[in-house]
């Protein structure tokens, strides 16, 4: 089997992205690097699921992965317009300082 790259490959790809991702959520207090944080672990579990999909010969992998492209793409444009709208009132990226959503 030449050029067969393991599960166990793709799965520990996918989980170091998926842990970088969590702590650049954890970590960080820029607004932007945080959902960029997100769509690198939207980014690890597709990977795992057409790891598995592979794997398993089977097709339902690719159709979650496309279903999770989907979540990601209107979750960005859903947050980039909060992000914009904020951005207009307090001049600031900083999670700290968004603090207007509080009551």
């Not at 970088?20 to 959520?25: A, S, Y």
């Not at 607004?31 to 980014?43: A, R």
């Not at 097709?59 to 444009?77: I, K, L, P």
């Amino acid at each position: 089997m030449d050029g067969f790259v393991p599960l166990n490959h793709y799965l520990l790809l996918s989980a170091t992205l998926f842990v970088i991702g969590v702590l650049g959520v954890l970590l960080r207090r820029n607004v932007i690097v945080v959902f960029m944080s997100i769509e690198i672990m939207l980014n690890a579990v597709n990977i795992s699921l057409i790891a598995f999909d592979h794997y398993l010969n089977n097709s339902d992998g690719q159709v979650f992965s496309f279903m999770v492209m989907c979540v990601a793409a209107a979750e960005v444009s859903v947050g980039l317009a909060i992000i914009i709208s904020m951005f207009r009132n307090k001049p600031t990226v900083n999670l700290d300082e968004f603090n207007i959503l509080k009551w």
